[in-house]
C-alpha cells in the first residue's frame, strides 16, 4: 500500500514537473497584462489580437508553409529512396543506410553551420528556399528510417504473388507494396512534419532576414519577454495537437475492436 | 500424354559464387503431377523460380509449349504459383484477392463473379467472398491462395512448399485435396516439398534433388523400391546402409560376411553401398540369422515397432509387427531381392 | 533490377546537402584563405586547447554529464512505473509523457524564465512560506534543470521500451528460484534493461553537450557552452576557422561516444536508438 503511494506521487511529482510550464504558458495567454509572472485578470484579447499581429502570423505562415512543403518533398524523395536502398546489395545498402543516420546524429548545430557556410558559397541568398532546403535534409532520414522496416516487413513473396498474377512491376508497386507500406510513409510523414514546426537551430543558420519560423520569433523576443499572443497562439496550437491525437486514438481504437473481432 | 509442356534442358544458377543448381535437364508432361523433392539447400525451389521466372538461369534453357521463354517476365507466363507462405495480399478481401489476375486481364465484372464463386466451390470456401484474409486459418489461406493462382485457369501450377506450415492433420487432408483438384482439372502441378511421404501421397512423378543436382527421377515406386543411390535410399524412407564390398556378380561381402544378392555389372572387389530397408530385415531366433544382435531399444510407432539392433560393430533398424525385448539376442534375416547394391555417391 | 537506381537522386541529395556541406567544414578548420592562396594550418585548432575554451568544453562536458546522470537517476524508476501498470492505463501515461514534446520546445524553455526568475512564480510560492532564495535564473543549475526537463522523456522511453519487452515469465523465473525482488532487480531486470539505459544516455547526453540554446535561456547572455562558442564564431566575430575546429572537435566528441555506445549495444544485442 505504502508502495502504490509512493509510486502516485512520484509520478505525479514528474508530470509535475512536465506540465508545469506549459499550464504557465497556457495560463499566462489569459493573463489581461503583458507580465510574464503576474496575474492581472482575465481576458481572451490575446486570442484576438494575435490574428492581428503581422510578425506573429507571418512566423506562423513560414512554420507551416516549410513544414508542409519539406515533408511532402521529404516524403517522396524518402520512400522513393527507400525502396532503391532496400533493394541494393550489402554493402551498398550499409553505405546509404549511415550516411542516412549522419543528419540524426550530427548536432544540429554543425548541420545547421555547414548548411550555412554552403548556402553562403554557392552564393544562394539565405532566406524561404535555403530553409526549404535545409528542412528537408533534415527530414529525410526520419521518412526514410520509417519506410524501411516496412519494406523489410514486407514479403517479397507478395510482390512476386502479382508479378505471377499478371500485374506489371508498376501496377504490382501501386496495388499491392504501396498500401502495404503506407503506414511507413505515414509515420514517416508525421515525424518530419513535428521535427519541421518544432525546429529552431538548423532553421536559425540557414533563414535570412525577414524569414522567420514561430521558434525564432519567440528566441528573438526571449530576452524582452514574449508577447502573450504567443501563449496565446501555442496554447490553440497545442490544443489541436491534442484534439487531433484524440481523434486518431478514437479511431485506432475502434479499428483494432473490429479486427479483434475478425481473429476470433 | 508424352507431349512435354515444360522443359529444362542444361540449367544451371549460382547466387554470390555459389553454384545452386548444375545442369538441369527435366521434361515434365502435361497433366502430370511432378514433385521436386529434397533437403533444404538443394535447388529444388530454385528450380520452380526459374519455371515461374522469378529467376533467370546462367546458362540453359526454359521450353514452355516448345518456345523459349528464358527472359519472359513472370507477369507474361501461362503459368501460376501458390506459395510457401501464402503471400496473400492482406489490405484486400478474399474476392478481391481472387479477381486480382482477372481484373488485370480486363474480365468482365460478371465473369469474375462467376469465376471465384465457382473456385471458391473448387477449394471448398464456398460464401467466403466478403472475408479479411486475416480472419482466415491457416488452411483456408491456404485454399485462398491456391484458388487465386487457379481462378487464371493456368496450364501449369506451382506449387512451393504449400503445406509446409499447416498441421500434420491439416497437411493430410490438404495432400488428398489437392491431388482431387489436380485430377478434376487436369492440369499441370510441379510441387516442391522436403517431405517424401508427401511426395509419394501424391505424385506421378517424383524428382530427387541434391546439391543442385537431379539424383534420380521416376514414379514413387520406383524411386521406392529402386533407389539410384545411397541418398536417395535414404532420403525415401529410412534405411540400413551399410560399406560393402561387391566379390563377384550376385554375392556381397558386409558386416563380415558374404552374401547372395541379385545385382550384377560391379567390377571384382568394387567397394559399394548396400542398403536394406529396416521392413525387410526378418527378426528370428539368435542361431537361425544371417547377422546376429542384442536389442538395443524398442519404440512403439502405431503400426509397427522401431528397434535398434547391435551385431556385428553396428546399429541396425528394424521394423516389425511384433517386439522382442530389449537384451534379447536375436538373429536378422535378409532375403537376397531385398538387398540393394548402389555405386558409391561420390562426395564432393 | 534496377529498382536500386531510385536511391541515386536521394545519393545526390545526401552528398550535396550533408557530405559537402560537412567537408567544408573540416576544410575551414585546417586551410585559411588569404591574398597569397590557401595554405595548411593547423593554428585553430591549437586555439582549441588554450585554458578559456578548454574550460568552455570541460564545463560543457560537466554539465551535459550531470544532466544526463540526473535524468538517468529520476527517469528509471518512471521508466519502471510505466512498464508495471496494467495495459490500458499504461498507454495512457505514455502518451501524457510524450505530449509536452509536442509544445514548442523554445516556449516550453522560455516559460521556465517566467517560473525561475527574480520575480517568478516559484521566488512568490517559497516567498509565501518565507523561504528566499538567491536568483534562479541564469544559473548553472538553471541549464541543468532546463536540459534535464527537455531531455528526460529520451532517457526514459528507450528504457520503458526495453522494460516492457522483459518476459514476465523470467521474472517469475528468477523469484523461483529464489531471489528476494532486491536480487531479481539487481541481477535480472537491471542487467536486461542496459540497452534501453545506453540508448538513453546516449539520447540524453548527445543534444545536452550540442545545445545553445537552453543556455543562453536559462543561464544568460554570458553562460558560455560548446554551443554558444560555435554560435559566436559564426554568427558573431565571423571568425570560421576557429568555428570550423570547433565543430570537428564537437563531432570527433560525438562519435566517440557514439561508437562506444554502439559498441556496447552489439555486445547486448537489441534495445536501439529507435
Excluded at chain 1, 32 to 55: C, I, L, N, P
Excluded at chain 3, 192 to 203: A, D, E, K, R
Aim: glycine share 6%; aromatic share 10%.
Amino acid at each position: 500500500m505504502v508502495k502504490t503511494a509512493i509510486k502516485r506521487i512520484y509520478t505525479f511529482l514528474i508530470f509535475l514537473f512536465l506540465y508545469s510550464p506549459i499550464i504557465v504558458l497556457i495560463v499566462f495567454s489569459f493573463n489581461s497584462s503583458k507580465s510574464r509572472a503576474h496575474w492581472t485578470g482575465f481576458t481572451f484579447k490575446w486570442y484576438v489580437e494575435m490574428f492581428k499581429d503581422q510578425q506573429i502570423m507571418t512566423s506562423l505562415y513560414y512554420t507551416i508553409t516549410i513544414a508542409l512543403t519539406a515533408s511532402i518533398i521529404a516524403t517522396i524523395i524518402g520512400t522513393i529512396a527507400a525502396i532503391g536502398i532496400h533493394s541494393m546489395k550489402k554493402m551498398p545498402k550499409a553505405i546509404m543506410t549511415n550516411m542516412t543516420y549522419l543528419p540524426v546524429l550530427n548536432p544540429d548545430i554543425v548541420t545547421g553551420i555547414s548548411l550555412m557556410i554552403l548556402f553562403i558559397l554557392v552564393k544562394l541568398p539565405r532566406g524561404f528556399f535555403s530553409m526549404l532546403l535545409a528542412h528537408i535534409t533534415f527530414n529525410l532520414p526520419y521518412v526514410i528510417l520509417s519506410v524501411m522496416p516496412k519494406l523489410k516487413q514486407l514479403d517479397n513473396q507478395v510482390y512476386d504473388a502479382a508479378l505471377d498474377l499478371g500485374a506489371t512491376p508498376g501496377y504490382a508497386f501501386i496495388k499491392v507494396v504501396l498500401p502495404q507500406i503506407a503506414p511507413g510513409i505515414f509515420t514517416g510523414f508525421l515525424l518530419a512534419m513535428t521535427m519541421s514546426i518544432d525546429d529552431f537551430v538548423i532553421s536559425f543558420f540557414t533563414t535570412g532576414p525577414g524569414v522567420s519560423n514561430l521558434a525564432i520569433t519567440i528566441y528573438s523576443m526571449a530576452r524582452k519577454g514574449v508577447s502573450p499572443k504567443i501563449n496565446a497562439l501555442l496554447s490553440l496550437m497545442f490544443a489541436g495537437v491534442i484534439l487531433m491525437l484524440l481523434v486518431i486514438n478514437n479511431r485506432m481504437s475502434r479499428d483494432n475492436g473490429r479486427r479483434g473481432e475478425n481473429v476470433i | 500424354m508424352h507431349e512435354k509442356i515444360i522443359r529444362l534442358v542444361n540449367v544451371s544458377k549460382s547466387f554470390n559464387g555459389h553454384q545452386v543448381l548444375q545442369d538441369i535437364n527435366l521434361g515434365i508432361s502435361r497433366n502430370e503431377f511432378v514433385t521436386l523433392l529434397g533437403p533444404s539447400g538443394c535447388g529444388k525451389t530454385t528450380t520452380l523460380r526459374i519455371i515461374g521466372g522469378f529467376e533467370v538461369s546462367d546458362i540453359g534453357d526454359v521450353i514452355f509449349e516448345g518456345k523459349k521463354i528464358n527472359n519472359l517476365p513472370p507477369y507474361k507466363r501461362k503459368l501460376n504459383t501458390v506459395f510457401q507462405r501464402y503471400a496473400l495480399f492482406t489490405h484486400m478481401d478474399v474476392y478481391e484477392n481472387i479477381a486480382f489476375g482477372l481484373k488485370i486481364k480486363k474480365v468482365e465484372k460478371k465473369e469474375i463473379d462467376k469465376k471465384v464463386k465457382e473456385v471458391l466451390k473448387l477449394v471448398n470456401l464456398t460464401g467466403y467472398e466478403n472475408r479479411e484474409t486475416g480472419s482466415l486459418s491457416g488452411g483456408q489461406q491456404q485454399r485462398i491462395a491456391i484458388a487465386r493462382a487457379l481462378v487464371n485457369e493456368p496450364q501449369v501450377l506451382l506449387l512451393d512448399e504449400p503445406l509446409g506450415a499447416l498441421d500434420l492433420k491439416l497437411r493430410k487432408d490438404m495432400q488428398l485435396e489437392l491431388k482431387r483438384i489436380q485430377q478434376s482439372l487436369g492440369i499441370t502441378f510441379i510441387y516442391v516439398t522436403h517431405d517424401q511421404e508427401e511426395a509419394l501421397t501424391m505424385s506421378d512423378t517424383i524428382v530427387v534433388m541434391k546439391d543442385g543436382r537431379i539424383q534420380q527421377v521416376g514414379t514413387p515406386q520406383d524411386i521406392y523400391n529402386e533407389p539410384i543411390n545411397a541418398f536417395v535410399a535414404d532420403f525415401i524412407g529410412e534405411s540400413n546402409i551399410i560399406d560393402g564390398v561387391m566379390v563377384k556378380d550376385f554375392y556381397v561381402e558386409f558386416a563380415g560376411g558374404g552374401f547372395e544378392c541379385v545385382d550384377k555389372g560391379f567390377k571384382a572387389n568394387e567397394e559399394v553401398d548396400v542398403v536394406i530397408r529396416p521392413e525387410d530385415i526378418k527378426l528370428v531366433p539368435a542361431d537361425q540369422g544371417m547377422i546376429e544382435g542384442v536389442v538395443e531399444s524398442v519404440i512403439f510407432k502405431g503400426v509397427h515397432y522401431e528397434m535398434l539392433i547391435n551385431g556385428r560393430d553396428m546399429r541396425w533398424m528394424v521394423h516389425s509387427t511384433t517386439m522382442e525385448p530389449v537384451n534379447t539376442k536375436v538373429g536378422m534375416q535378409v532375403i537376397p531381392y531385398d538387398i540393394h547394391i548402389m555405386k558409391k555417391v561420390r562426395t564432393e | 533490377m534496377k529498382k536500386r537506381l531510385l536511391a541515386y537522386p536521394y545519393g545526390l541529395w545526401i552528398v550535396i546537402f550533408t557530405i559537402i556541406p560537412l567537408a567544408l567544414i573540416i576544410f575551414y578548420s585546417v586551410f585559411t584563405t588569404d591574398a597569397t592562396g590557401i595554405h595548411f594550418t593547423l593554428q585553430h585548432f591549437k586555439r582549441v586547447f588554450e585554458p578559456i575554451y578548454l574550460s568552455v568544453f570541460l564545463r560543457s562536458i560537466k554539465i551535459a554529464a550531470v544532466s544526463t546522470i540526473v535524468c538517468l537517476l529520476l527517469g528509471y524508476p518512471m521508466a519502471m512505473i510505466l512498464a508495471e501498470k496494467n495495459l490500458s492505463k499504461k498507454s495512457i501515461l505514455v502518451v501524457l509523457f510524450v505530449i509536452p514534446m509536442w509544445m514548442n520546445f523554445l516556449a516550453r524553455t522560455y516559460a521556465w524564465m517566467t517560473l525561475l526568475e527574480k520575480n517568478g512564480l516559484i521566488a512568490t510560492a517559497l516567498g509565501f512560506f518565507g523561504v528566499r532564495l538567491p536568483s534562479l535564473l541564469y544559473t548553472e543549475n538553471a541549464v541543468i534543470l532546463g536540459m534535464v526537463y527537455n531531455f528526460l522523456p529520451f532517457m526514459v522511453l528507450p528504457i520503458y521500451s526495453v522494460l516492457v519487452k522483459i518476459d514476465k515469465a523470467v521474472l517469475e523465473a528468477a523469484e523461483d528460484l529464489g531471489a528476494p525482488p532486491i536480487t531479481v532487480f539487481k541481477r535480472v531486470i537491471f542487467p536486461l534493461s542496459l540497452p534501453g539505459v545506453s540508448s538513453g544516455i546516449i539520447m540524453v547526453f548527445m543534444p545536452a553537450l550540442t545545445t545553445f540554446v537552453i543556455s543562453r535561456l536559462l543561464g544568460g547572455a554570458h553562460f558560455t557552452l560548446i554551443g554558444n562558442l560555435i554560435e559566436q564564431q559564426f554568427l558573431t566575430t565571423r571568425d570560421w576557422g576557429f568555428g570550423a575546429a570547433l565543430s570537428v572537435v564537437l563531432m570527433l566528441m560525438i562519435m566517440f561516444s557514439m561508437s562506444i555506445a554502439l559498441r556496447y549495444e552489439k555486445e547486448n544485442e537489441g534495445g536501439g536508438l529507435w
